[in-house]
């Protein structure tokens, strides 16, 4: 079982930063991935970036891409996700999940090949 949890989420003025952390405990091996996915109300979860643990190859969303970095600490089990120029559209709860792929090519963009999840952090993004 793993367990995982977010923090770094907050208010942020548009064009401002912030940065999340996913700490991971329990058992993990080192052929996982991290991926980040943030979900608004009424609308499906949606992927935003991942992480190859083996060799940290990093993977995004197009809508993120040159805005947003991934990053693992191995010694601290934990991946984080810089978040800078951020717009409205960032706003959104962005959870940090673990699964076997990173690469959305073997569906490491896709929820449902995920199988450990955090409870979630709120990402307001104001005027």
């Known amino acids: 079982q793993v367990q995982l949890v977010e923090s770094g989420g907050g208010l942020v003025q548009a064009g401002g930063s912030l940065r999340l952390s996913c700490g991971a405990s329990g058992r993990t091996y080192s052929n996982y991935a991290t991926g980040w996915f943030r979900q608004v109300p009424g609308k499906e979860r949606e992927f935003v970036a991942s992480i190859r643990w083996s060799n940290d190859y990093t993977y995004y969303a197009g809508s993120v891409k040159g805005r947003f970095t991934i990053s693992r600490d191995s010694a601290k089990n934990t991946v984080y996700l810089q978040m800078n120029s951020m717009g409205f559209e960032d706003t959104a709860v962005y959870y940090c999940?673990?699964?076997?792929?990173?690469?959305?090519?073997?569906?490491?963009?896709?929820?449902?090949?995920?199988?450990?999840w955090g409870q979630g952090t709120q990402v307001t993004v104001s005027s």
């Open positions: 999940a673990i699964g076997p792929y990173a690469s959305p090519y073997a569906g490491g963009s896709s929820p449902g090949n995920y199988i450990y």
